[in-house]
Nanobody, 115 residues
Framework: QVHLVESGGGLVQPGGSLRLSCAASGSSFRLYTMGWYRQAPGKQRELVATITSGGSTNYADSVKGRFTISRDNAKKAEYLQMNNLKPEDTAVYFC?????????WGQGTQVTVSS
């Protein structure tokens, strides 16, 4: 089982950048597909990006070319580099770890894009 803690959220102006981090504890981190999801007020949680144990990535169309997901298996961490942020990126961002048998969520970190 894995435990996840996100960090790096905050308030940023449109066009700015933020880097989210997700620290994992527990064993077998390298075997999990890791992901970032977000939930805006009044909306359903949606996929932002995922990265497999082999390093293959997948992005929502709305963030392609602006966001980059990465992972460091030695540090048991994943990251989300967010550039050219837009007001519509405002949401709580959640880290996710998925295996064939389980899915674990972090507590979330708030990202607010506003001038």
């Amino acid at each position: 089982q894995v435990h996840l803690v996100e960090s790096g959220g905050g308030l940023v102006q449109p066009g700015g950048s933020l880097r989210l981090s997700c620290a994992a504890s527990g064993s077998s981190f390298r075997l999990y597909t890791m992901g970032w999801y977000r939930q805006a007020p009044g909306k359903q949680r949606e996929l932002v990006a995922t990265i497999t144990s082999g390093g293959s990535t997948n992005y929502a169309d709305s963030v392609k070319g602006r966001f980059t997901i990465s992972r460091d298996n030695a540090k048991k961490a994943e990251y989300l580099q967010m550039n050219n942020l837009k007001p519509e990126d405002t949401a709580v961002y959640f880290c996710n770890a998925k295996s064939p048998l389980s899915a674990t969520w972090g507590q979330g970190t708030q990202v607010t894009v506003s001038s």
